[in-house]
């Protein structure tokens, strides 16, 4: 809204943003009749899967290297990390092993 209060064109900003010129005149018209519609709203995504005291355990199991947990580099990545979680972190309600 700042480049078209700037005197830029709606087209233009649109262009700008990658978005639809419509969207740029929808946002217009919030900023007259609602400009509160306006304001970022949170998003809080999935919920994580570990509890604080978890990812502190986590830290530690890292902090150790990858080399500890049974692999040939010291490398971490993300499969690597998730290995450790399932067999250090799994919860017992979680173990889909269980008969």
């Known amino acids: 809204m700042q480049l078209v209060n700037q005197g830029d064109h709606p087209d233009d900003v649109a262009h700008f943003l990658g978005c639809g010129r419509s969207s740029v ?27 604080a005291g978890q990812l502190v355990r986590l830290e530690e199991l890292l902090l150790e290297g990858a080399k500890a947990h049974g692999w040939r580099t010291q490398l971490w990545t993300a499969a690597r990390v998730a290995e450790v979680i399932r067999r250090r972190l799994k919860k017992a309600d979680d173990d889909s092993d269980a008969e």
């Open 25 to 51: 005149y929808t946002w217009l018209k919030l900023q007259r009749q609602a400009p509160a519609e306006l304001a970022a709203k949170p998003h809080p995504g999935r919920p994580p899967g570990l509890d």
